[in-house]
């Protein structure tokens, strides 16, 4: 007598964060990366092999244990992680002070892209509000100016060389810091201005950028869709797995490292996530997936908010082969809690 202990609509015991229907189920015959560890729906298969039971409820308590056991086992796919652990990352990743605590101040001020924007956008705030566009954007002449006090004059030269800085658009790193702030709560509209809002304020004159960053880096991981940013397909898990790209980082970014090895710690982790790309003419899935998680998970995040270091290896226009290393800033920043 036996029963599955995860319902075809239940959360798949893999960690994947997917319905077990579209993640392991059916799957019995598979193995993890060629390791010989067996799937979950195969384990539980041979470890009710030979096994005797009185009662349909027997059953289930077996196979509650036997999964409770394999959900506290650490996998080489989740980099030392169990799937408990990594259902954890994926689910709560603000709220699991066992796995990671996100400091709500940080010790000293940050130093990253998002948040030299940020200052320069409170500094044209200031106490008098920036009025917008027509369409309600950034003003073109502060997105100029703003450009020219982030990238240098030489930077902005190369930048703009093919196109003026005409719009808010024009200038994607400061759009998405504008959309963030607003998400975060520290930017608003009142009576056709831009302000800060009360809480921005006091957050600032409390503890500066060190109090602020906590609130852009929470609403960037949690409510500024990543897709928005790229051209790439909608994959959810990229986005949802920020924590376990932070874990990698935070255990392997010490020495620098080509892009292609977190590409591949995150293909080992979530190989369903290919089922999200579509075919195409020019790339594989798997081609299409690395060149996402790049974008979105190292360069667009990692980088932007000062957590790692994401440099070419060419100054090669074409290349799009980066070197990876982890910044003091990710320790200040949260405090990981397992294992490295």
């Not at 101040?105 to 892209?113: E, G, M, N, Q, R």
């Not at 997105?143 to 030489?154: D, F, K, P, T, V």
């Not at 302000?195 to 950028?209: D, H, K, M, P, Q």
Request: aromatic content about 10%.
């Amino acid at each position: 007598m036996t029963t599955s202990p995860t319902g075809r609509n239940g959360p798949c015991p893999c960690g994947s964060g997917k319905k077990f229907k579209h993640c392991c189920l059916g799957r019995e015959g598979t193995r993890a990366s060629g390791q010989g560890v067996p799937s979950p729906a195969q384990a539980l298969r041979e470890a009710l092999g030979g096994q005797e039971f009185q009662s349909l409820e027997d059953v289930q308590a077996f196979a509650s244990e036997h999964m409770r056991q394999q959900n506290q086992r650490p996998l080489d796919d989740f980099e030392g992680l169990s799937p408990e652990q990594m259902g954890g990352m994926l689910n709560q990743p603000f709220s699991c002070p066992r796995l990671v605590v996100f400091q709500e101040v940080l010790d000293s001020a940050p130093d990253a892209p998002i948040t030299r924007l940020f200052s320069l956008l409170v500094e044209a705030i200031g106490e008098q509000g920036l009025k917008p566009t027509a369409k309600g954007n950034l003003p073109r002449r502060f997105c100029r100016e703003a450009a020219l006090a982030y990238w240098g004059e030489q930077k902005y030269q190369e930048n703009t060389r093919f196109g003026g800085l005409n719009r808010e658009d024009d200038f994607s790193d400061l759009h998405v810091t504008r959309l963030v702030a607003e998400l975060a709560g520290l930017v608003r509209t009142y009576k056709g201005k831009f302000i800060l809002s009360r809480e921005c304020r006091r957050l600032l004159a409390e503890g500066g950028l060190a109090a602020v960053y906590p609130k852009l880096l929470r609403a960037y991981a949690e409510r500024f869709n990543w897709a928005y940013r790229d051209g790439y397909v909608e994959v959810p898990i990229v986005q949802r797995a920020f924590l376990f790209t932070l874990y990698l980082l935070w255990r392997h970014g010490g020495t620098w490292r080509p892009q292609t090895f977190y590409e591949e710690a995150f293909l080992r982790a979530f190989p369903v996530a290919l089922n999200d790309v579509p075919p195409s003419p020019i790339f594989t899935a798997k081609e299409q997936l690395r060149r996402c998680y790049t974008g979105r998970a190292l360069l667009d995040f990692a980088d932007f908010f000062g957590l790692a270091e994401v440099e070419k290896i060419s100054e090669d226009i074409l290349c799009d082969e980066y070197q990876v290393k982890v910044l003091p800033l990710l320790g200040d920043a949260l405090r990981f809690k397992v294992s490295g």
